[in-house]
């Protein structure tokens, strides 16, 4: 059983969204039960109603877009106790479209209350901040270095998964077919890890799953090119999410899984995603670029290019309104 198996499960932890889970499970799974129970119609009023969020609700940038009808997920990958995937989903309920910014797990992040290299890299964050056997206190902390990374915008939901998660609702939803871009090989025992892919067009089972999105070596960008090659299992995720046993993948997500958001609102957003399509998602890098400092290997973060972006996502308009 694994660190985040053995973790005491919080009323208030109900399913887990991965990465590419939030768009199969949330969106693609919140329209079958919509569809299979007639959930259509039953919730009224704004879904952003309440909605309070867990990080960066007194920014600038949460005042500059308090109009936005957009809710923001904090996706964690944990390995060791370390958010070696973190990426923030930005569902637009009114345009119809996902954004998914990858942080990179080696960006700086500057606490001086934490002496040591490794403590100022933001995957140390949720390690350092909380415990196994309470993950909502680093889970938070992590949305907050997330968003101050993000130019201050609001974060309301968190998900958190470990590699055995991975593995089982891969599993669960028969594979995810993939083209491998290059043979994968690499042992690290302490890790306890063992990668062994061969290139080309394949269906990766939950294992092979794992393997694939942890491979980093043979990237000429190193954790870059990992980055990248997550986010195009994602998109291939999506685009295989159809036709899916659903109540089977939704079972194995809720039997393993940590997060902050209550099925409720998972099949609310569902509701408001029907119709979407893979081309509605579009994937984000945040700018910036690789340099040693004081002995370590950090990503900086172009905090001008990153304002950029984010103004880019948070400006766009529904289609009726792009002339004007």
């Known amino acids: ?16 969204l991965p990465v590419f889970l939030i768009l199969i499970v949330v969106f693609a799974g919140g329209m079958f039960l919509i569809d299979k129970y007639g ?17 960066g609700e007194d920014s600038d940038f949460a005042r500059k877009y308090e109009d936005s009808k957009r809710i923001n997920i904090l996706v964690l990958g944990e390995n060791q106790g370390l958010t070696d995937t973190i990426m923030l989903a930005s569902f637009d309920t009114e345009i119809k479209r996902v954004d998914l910014i990858s942080v990179p797990r080696d960006t700086y992040y500057e606490r001086p209350d934490y ?19 309470d993950p909502e206190q ?13 130019c201050g915008v609001p974060i309301h939901f968190y998900d958190i998964y470990s590699d055995d998660d991975i593995k089982k609702i891969v599993d669960a939803m028969g594979g995810i077919e993939i083209d491998v871009p290059m043979n994968m090989k690499y042992t690290d025992k302490k890790q306890n890890l063992y990668i062994d892919l061969k290139k080309g067009k394949q269906t ?7 393997q694939f999105l942890r491979y980093r070596k043979g990237y000429k960008m190193g954790d870059l090119g990992r980055v990248e090659a997550q986010q195009s299992f994602m998109k291939e995720a999506f685009k295989q999410s159809i036709g899916l046993g659903f109540p089977k993948v939704a079972k194995t997500v809720m039997d393993n899984v940590e997060s902050n958001m209550a099925g409720k609102m998972a099949i609310r957003i569902g509701s408001e995603a029907v119709g979407m399509k893979a081309k509605d ?11 040693m400092m004081n002995g370590a290997s950090y990503y900086i973060v172009d905090e001008s290019k990153t304002e950029d972006m984010m103004n880019k996502i948070f400006s766009m308009k529904p289609p009726e309104d792009k002339n004007k």
């Not at 059983?1 to 887990?16: D, G, Q, S, Y």
């Not at 259509?40 to 867990?54: E, K, S, Y």
């Not at 040591?116 to 196994?132: P, R």
């Not at 998602?281 to 340099?291: N, S």
């Open 39 to 55: 959930f259509l119609g039953l919730f009224g009023g704004d879904i952003m109603d309440g909605l309070v969020p867990i990080a």
């Open 281 to 291: 998602m579009k994937t984000w890098m945040t700018p910036g670029e690789a340099k």
């Open 1 to 16: 059983m694994t660190t985040a198996n053995k973790r005491k499960k919080r009323p208030f932890i109900r399913i887990f």
């Open 115 to 133: 002496p040591g290299a490794a403590l100022q890299k933001i995957n140390s964050v949720f390690k350092s901040e909380g415990s196994a056997d």
């Open 138 to 150: 680093g889970a938070v902390a992590m949305a907050r270095a997330v968003s101050d990374v993000l």
């Open 204 to 210: 990766l089972n939950g294992d092979q799953a794992v």
